[in-house]
């Protein structure tokens, strides 16, 4: 009999009133915002500083990725099922799916197998209406800024080719990256050149999910860059009065979501950057409520550990002023085959020659953990197609390296395929041998963070600037940003920003190409290589497999 999908699993729990989430929590259910009987928003009064000081934080990781993805979330999620299974009080912190991805190549994102998020299609389809306020809110200031070139009272000089705000839309369409708009005449607008992100990759995405509470949000709207003026002055959000209104479009979506995992164990969902182009992980507001109501957090942070990791360490815990307690890498032997050297069609085929090979990426990831003060604990994802001789060749290795392996089953098996993997989680974690650091000061240069990140992390023997680059950098010395951290905006398939340079690439330098800047977010973005904020479908997109019936039955979510 063949294995149920990931759609089927879900749609055949029996799942639990959202008011027994809360009972889990120990929060009255009066305190919800109900969307129905199986979604929640929580309100931000329940956050507690006091019990997030004595609650312990999981980061959950990942090698360098193929393009399918290690199974970080059904990691996170089973993990979470594990710990709730050895007695602990656990809850999992994870970020939205975006309907790019999910229409695009995904298919869906809220974990896999027998670990999963439920309501699954609801997760993945609009969920509470977070993506939407926060596309209305980047929308809405790009319609201000428009109207005020426009109109001659209160104008405030904006330069039209000098305008660095774009609009948003949650979808690949690859045709809106470079538009113009304005044409038609007088009565239609100011002709200029324009263009489209994806939502994750709005600066009010990341902005929601650095505030630490509404007054916070405003703030940091306030100070979103929006471009030049023609005598060469710079304009934020505030001089356009946009905040007040783009905070009151995110008032219920700056609240954290409760939703549940397959065994009825309290899940938070809130926001959902992505880490290869910003910084990917959830929110700070949910990574808090999570520690304020439970004893333990899992949460993870986007792509391969040279992304999300670093981001959650060096951006997310400084503004945060949180520290993880234990880290987990998430390994498969499909992409150590991948990075030994396996073609696509070869990623199930057995080579321990190859898997050898391969574990140079996740010795160098295990390297990296350390540099933050964290030993992580390896979990192999499995697969039906890994050997024992695969297995235990990267036991014995990670072990030589000082660092733990365990087999995690969640996909297959729920929480008890993952009560080793928990035990060994929970011991690193009250051990309190772990003593995170961040990688870098952020009052040091921009040049030297971004050196530090590249060779320490990447392996690079050095940062080439292209002429942009450094044209960019002395506007953010100019508008006084260097102090900010830095969000690196790279490939997700390799150390390096070259996307064929697989395993543990050595004798390389990555180029900056250019810069932008999420003044109201708290970080500096250095762009290496082609990065698409918008991207494209595939030739054959997930969304042509998905269907629902006159039922209302959802098919074709994975």
């Avoid at 904006?158 to 113009?180: E, G």
């Avoid at 942009?468 to 830095?486: H, Q, Y």
């Amino acid at each position: 009999m063949p294995f149920p999908s990931d759609l089927e699993i879900a749609q055949n729990c029996k799942m639990r009133h959202i008011n027994d989430m809360a009972a889990r929590l120990e929060v009255d259910a009066d305190l919800l915002e109900h969307y129905g009987k199986y979604k929640a928003k929580l309100p931000l009064s329940l956050i507690n500083p006091e019990r997030i000081s004595k609650a312990r934080l999981v980061l959950v990781s990942a090698i360098t990725p193929t393009p399918a993805g290690e199974g970080k979330t059904t990691t996170s999620i089973g993990l979470t099922e594990g710990l709730n299974k050895i007695g602990k009080k656990a809850a999992v912190v994870l970020r939205e799916p975006s309907l790019g991805p999910v229409f695009g190549i995904k298919g869906g994102a809220a974990g896999g197998g027998y670990a999963q998020v439920v309501p699954m299609e609801d997760i993945n389809l609009h969920f509470t209406g977070d993506f939407s306020a926060i596309e209305k809110a980047n929308n809405l200031l790009s319609a201000l800024i428009d109207n005020n070139l426009q109109n001659k009272e209160n104008n405030l000089g904006l330069d039209p080719r000098q305008i660095y705000w774009k609009r948003v839309m949650d979808m690949n369409d690859r045709s809106l990256r470079h538009i113009t708009i304005g044409l038609g005449g007088k009565a239609n607008g100011i002709p200029r050149e324009d263009g489209f992100n994806i939502t994750p990759a709005s600066e009010v995405m990341a902005i929601l999910c650095m505030s630490n509470d509404l007054e916070d949000l405003k703030n940091k709207l306030g100070n979103i860059f929006v471009g030049f003026t023609f005598d060469r002055k710079p304009v934020y959000a505030r001089d356009l009065k946009a905040q007040g209104a783009m905070a009151l479009l995110l008032k219920d979506a700056i609240k954290p979501n409760l939703v549940q995992t397959l065994e009825g164990n309290p899940a938070i969902i809130h926001g959902g950057p992505f880490a290869n182009i910003a910084q990917g992980t959830n929110t700070i507001l949910a990574t808090k409520m999570g520690l304020s109501l439970s004893d333990y957090v899992v949460t993870e942070a986007g792509f391969g550990a040279d992304l999300g990791a670093e981001k959650f360490m060096d951006i997310k815990c400084g503004y945060a002023g949180l520290a993880p307690h234990a880290m987990v890498l998430v390994a498969t032997i499909r992409a150590l085959r991948h990075h030994g050297g396996a073609r696509k069609e070869e990623y199930n085929t057995p080579d321990t020659g190859r898997v050898e090979r391969g574990f140079a990426n996740l010795a160098k990831h295990i390297e990296n953990c350390r540099k933050f003060g964290m030993n992580p604990v390896v979990a192999i994802n499995h697969f039906p197609t890994d050997t024992p001789e695969e297995i235990d060749l990267v036991i014995s290795r990670c072990a030589e390296m000082g660092a733990r392996a365990i087999v995690a089953r969640g996909f297959a098996e729920g929480g008890e395929g993952m009560k080793d993997l928990a035990r060994a989680v929970a011991e690193e974690a009250e051990q309190g041998n772990n003593k995170f650091k961040p990688l870098y000061d952020w009052a040091i240069p921009v040049k030297d963070k971004i050196e530090t990140i590249a060779r320490e992390i990447y392996g690079a023997d050095g940062v080439n600037y292209t002429k942009e680059a450094e044209a960019d950098l002395r506007m953010i010395e100019k508008l006084g940003l260097s102090g900010l951290p830095v969000c690196m905006a790279k490939t997700q398939k390799s150390f390096s920003d070259d996307e064929s340079k697989i395993g543990r690439p050595t004798g390389f330098h990555v180029t900056v190409r250019e810069f932008e800047f999420a003044v109201g977010a708290g970080f500096i973005i250095p762009i290496l290589g082609e990065m698409m904020r918008m991207p494209g479908l595939p030739a054959t997109p997930a969304s042509e497999g998905m269907d629902i019936d006159a039922s209302g039955v959802v098919s074709g979510l994975s």
